[in-house]
T-cell receptor, first 110, second 116 residues
Framework: GIQVEQSPPDLILQEGANSTLRCNFS?????LQWFHQNPWGQLINLFY???GTKQNGRLSATTVATERYSLLYISSSQTTDSGVYFC????????????FGTGTRLLVSP | DTEVTQTPKHLVMGMTNKKSLKCEQH?????MYWYKQKAKKPPELMFV???????INESVPSRFSPECPNSSLLNLHLHALQPEDSALYLC???????????????FGQGTRLTVV
């Protein structure tokens, strides 16, 4: 099956710092989403981004589908950004099977 | 409204108990999912329902039994679970084939299950 690897696995930042999270996938996909999982387990939708670039406040994301990767940028990080960030993909040949990446655990300290 | 509601939020059950997890969405989505997430791991797909029909079963043990009574509701019936089944169970929905962003998924808050 498809492999979805995220890097780095862990990241510690000071409040106000910027960061880039990466998601690599091993096969063609027709959907890619970024989620933030808060400490209570809730998966919050950040971006639906099968290709191109999108921005939402301090967050932006870029997916280059032909090169099989996506990037999530967090600028001016805040303590509330802490948690686990997952990318998740649906394969072109797969019927709505959303496969999650390995995750990046982010801790933003004051 | 992009809300998926799961009940209960927490559940403790014995190995001989029968319990059910419930999930509800009112976004008109026609695909619904159950995922299982162990601590410090990504969610893993268990079941997919499309237009109220089971379309994917990821070789889940029969002690987990899904049910989709209508397009808004999804249940997961639990029976004779083992302690290793303790996990966060997440429900999700997406528009489904023939609708907008076919596979953009929205997740509920999850049910944290402990089997004793």
């Amino acid at each position: 099956g498809i492999q979805v690897e995220q890097s780095p696995p862990d990241l510690i930042l000071q409040e106000g710092a910027n960061s880039t999270l990466r998601c690599n996938f091993s096969d063609s996909v027709n959907n890619l989403q970024w989620f933030h999982q808060n400490p209570w387990g809730q998966l919050i939708n950040l971006f639906y981004i099968p290709s191109g670039t999108k921005q939402n406040g301090r967050l932006s994301a870029t997916t280059v589908a032909t090169e099989r990767y996506s990037l999530l940028y967090i600028s001016s990080s805040q303590t509330t950004d802490s948690g686990v960030y997952f990318c998740a993909v649906v394969m072109n040949t797969g019927f709505q099977k959303l496969v999650f990446g390995t995750g990046t655990r982010l801790l933003v300290s004051p | 409204d992009t809300e998926v509601t799961q009940t209960p939020k927490h559940l403790v059950m014995g190995m001989t108990n029968k319990k059910s997890l419930k999930c509800e969405q009112h976004m008109g989505h026609r695909a619904m999912y159950w995922y299982k997430q162990k601590a410090k791991k990504p969610p893993e797909l268990m079941f997919v329902y499309s237009y109220e029909k089971l379309s994917i079963n990821e070789s889940v043990p029969s002690r987990f039994s899904p049910e989709c009574p209508n397009s808004s509701l999804l249940n997961l019936h639990l029976h004779a679970l083992q302690p290793e089944d303790s996990a966060l169970y997440l429900c999700a929905s997406s528009p489904g084939k023939g609708q907008g962003r076919v596979a953009e998924a929205f997740f509920g808050q999850g049910t944290r299950l402990t089997v004793v």
